[in-house]
């Protein structure tokens, strides 16, 4: 299939070695991945803290991008989640209905990458290597506003090599939040130092997540604090292979 | 858009919807109190849990979810027809009616209706509204003693301390801590007094069984009001509401517009939706309904107080106005993360919590209020246990639009947030400008060490207080796209 990447702007300038492992995944798994090079964010940031005039024209472009292709992927369960829920309600309060309709069109193609892979291309096996302990942090906007469910995890069990530890208090909120980690830091961090307190309890030597976001937040608390513990991207650990290491 | 009706909202200087800090002000001294988070922690997993329990015994709590929700949709959409039909029922059974249309005008209505009966003191029932309102205090004014008889609003009372959850309004203090308040404020308490909930719950029967017995006015809210006939409803654990309900022989319920159901067969829905997600049990110990006046048993003076306090201005706004369709029952402070670290207090209102966020900056306006609908990470654990299926974050979303909305048009200079997602949005308007600043960015791998970034300037320092940021790579993902496959997006062809 040719698929079409939605890197995010996170990905893009921080973390670009997410973006690398989904594209050497899926080309893997025998597709062509296309970056269509005019894409800039998704307008999350914007939205969420209430600048919605400011998402707008970010809205527009994601759907000026990508109305074309036949599907589409992002590493990422909040930045897929704001394409499926907030572009729509976003282009109707401002009452552009056409850009609404066109929006929940391309929402409708757009999917986070563990539901592309066991959904759409209907496979769990994707014949990764990785021999670390690793747990698993089900990010709150793929746990709750995607409904992944047990997709990454079934997509993980699969790993040739992997040590999979259950996190305790998994589906609790790692407290990053957006704009929310900033504007509310003491109660933000304080979710954090309970999050990092599960994550080093189960003696993972990696803590992976679909949200490049979340395990920026998970990652600078447990670096801050020289854990010994690290957080990977669940592309990185699907795209590695025994030939890659 | 939303439509302006003129609604006016709840009053300034009377009531508690407002807090005097903003939340991460507040919430930054509640952290700091471990005692506090201990507590929290504590009572909200155990509840969670039980919860959880009695909500998966149903295999149709979705379809109960849906029906709770599409009754307040229906109620709220016809709520002048249904309130007029609960005034005429409840006048024709020998009730009276009184419509509040704020807080100083239902303390007026109160204290004109217990000074008619000549008492001194009144009991009262459990009841947010009332605390919303600030009817202690405006009775107090008036020199009329007002006894919360609610085992927790008790302990609140007599500590002069203010509710930090709605379901249980003493979730912050301990045991030892309720032991000092009791020796302290309670008369005739036994200086022997032990810290053992049987003692305490001992000490605070006999000292209520006083003045349960020469109440002569009880004064109560109402969980549900049941317009075709009139009929009110309290639902409660402890016993003591149901005493205030039916010794005293005057009964004064004020209540929210907004808590009127149409008929009996609704009701049937919200007596299995409110015990589940409230106290996690299958049913509450207490449920009393009254319906105006019976001759001979009960009070026979009954009033009803329809209060308005800004709900009418919540109303206006068609996508706010689904936080009316709260029945009160705490499931979302439960399930809430920041809640649970932050406590009740830290909100500044009676509702705290995530429904508070919404329920509160409509009431007061969203200036009044404005770090509320902040104060959420947006995990939309609250939205997954609302039992009326109250989208919140979607909700705070909205707030949050309405707040910078709001404040664009108050203020002539634009704050600095504003002027910041202002220019984030022009530069990823446009991918060249936005390749640029990628570029820039890569500035700060002058900032790291060891390829971590461990401080950075206002407003980020607020990250970087207790989080390391990564260094910027070499290369942006774009550039390493193009150095592999050109100016293309790397279609074939």
């Known amino acids: ?245 | 858009m939303i439509t302006f009706l003129g609604m006016p909202y709840a009053p300034r200087g009377v009531g508690h919807l407002r807090g005097e800090q903003p939340f991460p002000v507040a919430a930054r001294a509640a952290l700091a109190d471990t005692q506090l988070r201990r507590n929290l922690g504590k009572a909200t997993r155990t509840i969670r849990a039980k919860r959880a329990a009695v909500v998966a015994e149903l295999p149709d709590w979705e379809e109960l979810r849906a029906a709770g929700q599409a009754i307040k949709q229906h109620t709220l959409a016809r709520l002048d027809h249904y309130l007029e039909q609960l005034e005429q029922q409840v006048t024709a059974r020998g009730g009276t009616v009184h419509w509040a249309r704020d807080a100083n005008e239902a303390n007026r209505i109160v204290t004109r209706l217990v000074r008619g009966t000549g008492a001194a003191e009144v009991v009262k029932v459990k009841s947010i509204v009332t605390d919303e309102i600030g009817l202690n205090e405006a009775l107090a004014d008036a020199g009329i003693a007002a006894h919360e008889t609610d085992l927790a609003e008790l302990i609140v009372q007599l500590g002069h301390d203010r509710p930090s959850h709605i379901l249980v309004p003493a979730i912050h203090r301990n045991r030892a801590e309720i032991r000092e308040i009791f020796l302290r404020e309670m008369p005739g308490v036994d200086p022997g007094l032990s810290d053992t909930p049987a003692a305490l719950t001992e000490a605070a029967r006999l000292y209520l069984r006083r003045r349960f017995l020469s109440a002569r006015v009880g004064i109560s809210g109402a969980n549900f009001a049941i317009a075709e006939t009139g009929t009110l409803c309290v639902v409660e654990s402890e016993g003591n509401g149901r005493m205030c309900l039916t010794l005293p022989d005057t009964l004064i319920t004020v209540m929210g517009i907004e808590k009127v159901i149409p008929s009996w067969r609704d009701l049937e829905v919200f007596l299995q939706l409110l015990p589940r997600s409230s106290t996690g049990e299958r049913m509450n110990p207490y449920t009393s309904m009254w319906t105006g006046v019976t001759p001979g048993d009960g009070p026979q003076r009954v009033h009803l107080v329809l209060l308005d306090n800004g709900r009418t201005a919540a109303l206006a706004d068609p996508a706010g106005r689904q936080a009316l369709h709260c029945i009160r029952c705490s499931a979302c402070l439960n399930v809430c993360p920041v809640y649970e670290r932050a406590g009740g207090h830290a909100y500044g209102s009676v509702y705290p919590g995530p429904i508070g966020a919404v329920l509160s900056p409509q009431l007061t306006g969203v200036e009044d209020n404005a770090s509320l609908p902040y104060a959420s990470s947006l995990c939309g654990a609250c939205y997954d246990a609302c039992p009326v299926r109250i989208d919140i974050p979607s909700l705070l979303v909205h707030l949050r639009a309405r707040h910078v909305e709001e404040a664009a048009r108050a203020r002539r200079v634009p704050t600095a947030e504003a002027v910041a997602m202002a220019a984030a949005s022009w530069v990823m308007a446009s991918p060249a400008r936005y390749a640029a600043a990628l570029r820039t960015g890569r500035a700060g791998r002058a900032l790291h060490r060891g390829g971590r970034i461990r401080r950075l300037p206002p407003p980020l320092s607020a990250w970087t207080a207790a989080r390391d940021v990564p260094a910027p790579p070499a290369q942006t993902f774009r550039e390493w796209w193009r150095h592999e496959h050109g100016d293309g997006d790397g279609t074939a062809g």
């Open chain 1, 1 to 245: 299939m040719r698929i079409a990447l939605f890197v995010t702007c996170l990905a893009d300038g921080l973390f670009p070695q997410v973006g690398q492992a989904t594209v050497r995944l899926l080309e893997r798994l025998g597709h062509e991945v296309t970056f269509p090079q005019a894409q800039t964010c998704c307008g999350q940031m914007h939205t969420n803290t209430g600048y919605l005039r400011e998402a707008l024209p970010l809205v527009r472009r994601y759907v000026d991008v990508f109305e074309d292709c036949e599907l589409v992927v992002v590493p990422s369960g909040s930045c897929t989640g704001s394409v499926r829920h907030q572009h729509a309600m976003v282009a109707r309060r401002f009452g552009d209905e056409a850009l609404a309709r066109r929006a929940e069109a391309v929402a409708a193609r757009t999917f986070e990458l563990s539901e592309l892979l066991v959904d759409v291309l209907g496979v769990e096996d994707v014949g990764a290597y990785y021999p670390h302990r690793v747990t698993y942090h089900p990010t709150c906007h793929s746990l709750r506003l995607l409904r992944a469910g047990d997709r990454p995890l079934r997509l993980l069990r699969n790993v040739a090599g992997i040590d999979l530890v259950e996190l305790p208090d998994a589906e609790v909120c790692c407290g990053f939040g957006g704009t929310f980690a900033i504007k509310n830091g003491a109660v933000s961090t304080a979710m954090l130092a309970d999050k990092m307190r599960s994550v080093l309890a189960t003696g993972a030597e990696v803590c992976t997540a679909g949200d490049s976001s979340c395990l920026m937040h998970i990652g600078g608390g447990l670096s801050r604090l020289n854990a010994g513990t690290a957080t990977i991207h669940l592309a990185e650990i699907l795209a590695s292979t025994q030939d890659s290491r």
